[in-house]
């Protein structure tokens, strides 16, 4: 009785199995028979306008920060935040009572190192003949020697001090080193300025800009920057100034990247790396103002005649891998040779690289194609080998595209109408 039960127990089970297997095998036929809906679009020739937007601050192209040379309190200062200042003008004056006594003192020393210079060469010469004649040992004419090199050297040391104190004197008149506006000023008359050592900043008085050329200080991300180039055209739209758009042009591309605050606090997985592009203004105009927010877009490539296709349409696959596992689905081949097939395409899975490829319709079926892409927009991106003109590539839904694998069988639907609109110019 209980062989019996076992029996037909193992019976319910290897009919279960055949089911399940059955099952898989219908839901994998009924797979390759049933179609996917796609959309398609032709490849074309077009035209891709590349930009890279960024945000920056408006900035004089030559500005210079003054700061103090000497220490002292100011007497004078002559300008005022907003002034015009031509070069030479005097800007700021530092009480140079003391500088002048130093130099009076150096001018004094020098006075009575010349006279003691002369004293030592007539002396020096003189036995210089006597030397010549024998009637001077030779450790005298030493020590007289010597007098007169070291009174030579004194006559050099207090030269040098003279216009050391001189140079200090005449630093206590600060003047502008350019034709430009005074942008800030951060002192008044009677406050005492530093110079800066190792370790502390200087007193900055006061900036002095060029406004007669502008330009914007932009961080770029490191993705986008690797495109762009002095010379290239860009727009800029100053935040303050709504409804005005300036032309510019890339004049410099920094090479290191900016430190933000994430990358100082040690959070480099989140820290954005950026670099600094500076856009100068074509035409300035007087609205501008240091310092303004602005930001600009910059055409990083401009390519007319060439064959696009919607960027939604480039997906990354493993080419090979995709095409064995197709083999192995439709059982081609002796039943060796598929496994051979399927045990390749497990292994590749893990060394074959993922590279770009777009879809396109062959007889009703998603035939997977390798391309090779260039410059790109928000719609479209130049296909630079691997396609043709006019062939059809699928292009969407998203759905469909993201599950899609090679000879899957394709119908090719009209794109809804209504509900949230797609990017401008998308077929």
């Given amino acids: 009785m209980i062989k019996t039960i076992l029996n037909d127990r193992r019976a319910w089970i290897a009919a279960g199995a055949v089911i399940i297997v059955a099952a898989i095998v219908i839901g994998n036929m009924a797979r390759g028979a049933r179609a996917a809906g796609v959309q ?51 800007l700021v004056q530092i009480d140079p009572a003391a500088y002048a006594a130093q130099a009076r003192q150096a001018r004094a020393s020098l006075d009575l190192a010349r006279a003691n210079f002369a004293q030592s060469s007539l002396v020096y010469r003189r036995n210089q003949e006597l030397h010549g004649k024998e009637l001077l040992s030779q450790e005298a004419f030493e020590q007289v020697a010597t007098d007169y090199q070291m009174n030579q050297a004194r006559l050099i040391q207090a030269e040098a001090s003279l216009d050391q104190a001189q140079d200090n004197l005449d630093k206590t008149t600060i003047t502008s080193p350019i034709n430009g506006t005074v942008v800030s000023l951060n002192v008044e008359v009677g406050e005492v300025v530093v110079t800066g050592t190792m370790n502390n ?22 993705s986008e920057v690797r495109d762009i180039r002095p010379g290239q055209p860009a727009e800029i739209e100053v935040d303050a100034l709504p409804g005005s758009k300036f032309a510019g042009a890339v004049s410099e591309v920094g090479n290191a990247a900016v430190a933000t605050a994430a990358s100082l606090s040690g959070s480099s997985s989140t820290a954005s790396v950026n670099y600094t592009v500076r856009v100068r203004f074509e035409t300035p105009s007087d609205l501008l103002k240091s310092g303004m927010t602005a930001n600009v877009e910059i055409t990083t490539a401009n390519k007319n005649g060439i064959l696009v296709v919607p960027i939604q349409s480039v997906v990354m696959r493993k080419v ?89 069988r394709v119908k090719v639907e009209k794109a809804k109408t209504g509900g949230r609109p797609g990017p401008r110019g998308r077929d």
């Fill in 320 to 408: 090979e891998t995709e095409k064995l596992q197709t083999e192995r689905r439709r059982g081609r081949g002796a039943p060796r040779g598929a496994a051979a097939a399927g045990e390749q395409a497990d292994g590749k899975r893990n060394k074959e690289k993922d590279q770009e490829v777009v879809y396109v319709i062959a007889k009703g079926r998603a035939a997977v194609t390798p391309v090779r892409t260039g410059v790109s927009d928000q719609e479209n991106i130049e296909v630079l080998s691997g396609l043709d003109e006019g062939q059809q590539v699928i292009k969407g839904p998203f759905s469909a595209l993201r599950n899609l694998k090679h000879n899957d």
């Fill in 201 to 222: 900043a200087g007193s900055v008085i006061m900036t002095v800009s060029d406004m007669s050329a502008m330009e914007v200080e932009a961080l770029v991300d490191e």
């Fill in 40 to 90: 398609t679009a032709p490849a074309k020739k077009g035209q891709i306008i590349s930009t890279v937007a960024a945000p920056g601050n408006v900035k004089a192209v030559t500005e210079v920060k003054i700061s103090a040379y000497v220490m002292g309190k100011i007497t004078r200062l002559p300008v005022k935040e907003g002034d015009r200042v031509r070069k030479g003008q005097v």
